[in-house]
Nanobody, 115 residues
Framework: QVQLVESGGGLVQAGGSLRLSCAAS????????MGWYRQAPGQQRGLVAD???????NYADSVKGRFTISRNNAKNTVYLQMNDLKPEETAVYYC?????????WGQGTQVTVSS
């Protein structure tokens, strides 16, 4: 069983920055892909960015150049540095990790960007 604890959400003005963290815990786990998704009210959850164990990254087009995903394999932690945030990026941000063929989701952290 894998448990995820997210942190770092909050309220920020447009153009500001936030850093999200997600720490995974579990006995003997070896995490493959780690990623961040977001879901705004009335919208589907969508990928923001993900990163493989080897460090290959993938970003949604809308965040390229502003967001940076990184991970610390020794700590089983993934980070999302978000710069130049926009009001339309207000959403609940969810962490997802993959262990073998299983996906595990965090509880979500609210990010609110005021205009």
């Amino acid at each position: 069983q894998v448990q995820l604890v997210e942190s770092g959400g909050g309220l920020v003005q447009a153009g500001g920055s936030l850093r999200l963290s997600c720490a995974a815990s579990g006995t003997g786990i070896r995490i493959d892909t780690m990623g961040w998704y977001r879901q705004a009210p009335g919208q589907q959850r969508g990928l923001v960015a993900d990163i493989t164990r080897g460090g290959s990254t993938n970003y949604a087009d809308s965040v390229k150049g502003r967001f940076t995903i990184s991970r610390n394999n020794a700590k089983n932690t993934v980070y999302l540095q978000m710069n130049d945030l926009k009001p339309e990026e207000t959403a609940v941000y969810y962490c997802k990790v993959t262990v073998l063929t299983w996906d595990y989701w965090g509880q979500g952290t609210q990010v609110t960007v005021s205009s």
